[in-house]
Nanobody, 119 residues
Framework: QVQLVESGGGLVQAGGSLRLSCAAS????????MGWFRQAPGKEREFVAR????????SYADSVKGRFTISRDNAKKTVYLQMNSLKPEDTAVYHC????????????WGQGTQVTVSS
């Protein structure tokens, strides 16, 4: 069983910054991609960013490109999301997710952390 635990959410004013963390734990699991997704009230969940665990190659949604940075610490099995220049429309519950291999989907999800950006 794999567990993903997020932390770092909170309330921030527009233009501010937050750093989210997601630590993975469990017995004998592989890590292909780690991703961040978010879901705002009344909206569908949307992709934010992902990082290849082996190469570190990253990908971002257009809405966060240039403002958010995803990174990883392989030894700690932790992925981070540095969020700068936050906007009210970034308000959402942010979830991290693990894709164990190329042939699988994001099978494991964290419980989510709330990010609220006030105007």
């Amino acid at each position: 069983q794999v567990q993903l635990v997020e932390s770092g959410g909170g309330l921030v004013q527009a233009g501010g910054s937050l750093r989210l963390s997601c630590a993975a734990s469990g017995r004998s699991f592989s890590m292909y991609n780690m991703g961040w997704f978010r879901q705002a009230p009344g909206k569908e969940r949307e992709f934010v960013a992902r990082i290849s665990w082996s190469t570190g190659i990253t990908s971002y949604a257009d809405s966060v490109k240039g403002r958010f940075t995803i990174s990883r610490d392989n030894a700690k099995k932790t992925v981070y999301l540095q969020m700068n220049s936050l906007k009210p429309e970034d308000t959402a519950v942010y979830h991290c997710a693990l894709q164990p291999s190329l042939r699988r989907n994001y099978d494991y999800w964290g419980q989510g952390t709330q990010v609220t950006v006030s105007s």
